[in-house]
């Protein structure tokens, strides 16, 4: 799996940050074989309201204060530009996912290496 075999190299923590309910990202992140690299999954039943699902502020604003970091060291990645949008004006790295998540990450991350 070269999707698992990448994101196992980053040395950074990763968490999933879906709009999905917890049962449907299991099951996607198993189905990709990916749900071991990720340290948490944060789902909406978790974030309790709709007001804390994407693309909503408080959404972005919860993973912050999760994550307790600054929000520059933030790399975001999402299918949907419209939260892609607004993790870039929280100040977060945030790229728009197309048909490669490797390709967007390599070119993410390059001048990290």
């Known amino acids: 799996n070269e999707l ?24 996607a992140l198993k189905t990709l074989d990916i749900l071991d690299c990720f ?3 944060v789902h909406r039943e978790e974030l309790y309201e709709d007001l804390f699902l994407k693309p909503n502020p408080p959404a972005y604003f919860a993973i912050e204060q999760l994550l307790e970091t600054k929000t520059s060291n933030i790399y975001f990645y999402d ?28 070119i993410s991350l390059s001048n990290l290496h």
């Open 4 to 27: 698992k075999k990448y994101l196992e190299k980053l040395p950074f923590k990763k968490i999933c940050f879906t709009n999905a309910e917890k049962i449907h990202a299991e099951w």
């Open 39 to 41: 340290v948490c999954i």
């Open 79 to 106: 299918d949907i530009d419209q939260n892609v949008q607004a993790a870039k004006y929280r100040g977060w790295n945030s790229f728009l996912v197309g048909d490669s998540l490797i390709d967007v990450l390599e």
